[in-house]
């Protein structure tokens, strides 16, 4: 059972939209909530992250939406690039060592 | 320049066969981790350790162990080879305690296991 579930294999945009990739989670008791991005032939590398005391994060074209009461948080990319085009792992973790990954999106961006 | 280390990159074994996989960091951290990555599955933990000989099991540690004699160096080691341990797997590297650590993952090592 998965404990952090992104609803979307893969997701493909044009050049300049916005690339929306949804994550929900099942226990109240995370508290961090990090996404990576990896390319092909590369491990994961951190992305951004938001604790759950905001409802906001943002870095550049990227923005992390959180909403604690329905558990669920979405990562939106700004004027998406071809360069943008990676697999991206929503993770959750109650205040100790472990983080729990979601089966990643893959967003492909179209020039 | 901050980097975790995986060799080989690519393995191929046979079932039954014993197999190392080797792991190291250049940062001095404490924490190490074992994933493993499957389609569909995204990134699952198999071990986690705190310092050297201080190890802990994962979500999926049957089948596998591991070990930590120094603190920049982490194996996995897999005895017996089983064609269901066919995946990617990844080490990663976290300064201490606390999941606000920032997980510094290596380039992976593809295991065929036939």
């Known amino acids: 059972q998965q404990q952090v579930r992104q609803s979307s294999q893969s997701l493909t945009v044009w050049e300049g939209e916005t690339a929306i990739l949804n994550c929900s989670y099942e226990n109240s008791a995370f508290d961090y909530f990090p996404w990576y991005q990896q390319f092909p032939g590369e491990g994961p590398a951190l992305l951004i992250a938001i604790r759950s005391v905001s409802d906001k994060k943002e870095d550049g074209r990227f923005t992390i939406f959180f909403n604690k009461r329905e558990k669920n948080l979405s990562l939106h990319i700004k004027d998406s690039q071809p360069g943008d085009s990676a697999t991206y792992f929503c993770?959750?973790?109650?205040?100790?060592?472990?983080?729990?990954f979601g089966s990643g999106t893959k967003l492909t961006v179209e020039p | 320049d901050m980097k975790v280390t995986q060799m080989p990159r690519y393995l191929i074994k046979r079932m039954g066969e014993n197999v190392l996989l080797e792991c190291g960091q250049d940062?001095?951290?404490?924490?190490m981790y074992w994933y493993r990555q499957d389609p569909g599955l995204g990134l699952q933990l198999i071990y986690i350790s705190y310092d050297v000989d201080s190890n802990s099991e994962g979500d999926i540690p049957k089948g596998y162990r591991v070990s930590r004699k120094k603190r920049e160096h982490f194996s996995l080691i897999l005895d017996s080879a089983k064609t269901n341990q066919t995946s990617v797997y990844f080490c990663?590297?976290?300064?201490?305690?606390?999941?606000?650590?920032?997980?510094?993952f290596g380039a992976g090592t593809r295991l065929s296991v036939l």
């Open positions: 940062m001095s951290h404490e924490t």
């Open positions: 990663a590297s976290s300064p201490g305690l606390g999941a606000q650590n920032t997980l510094y």
């Open positions: 993770a959750a973790s109650p205040n100790y060592n472990v983080l729990y």
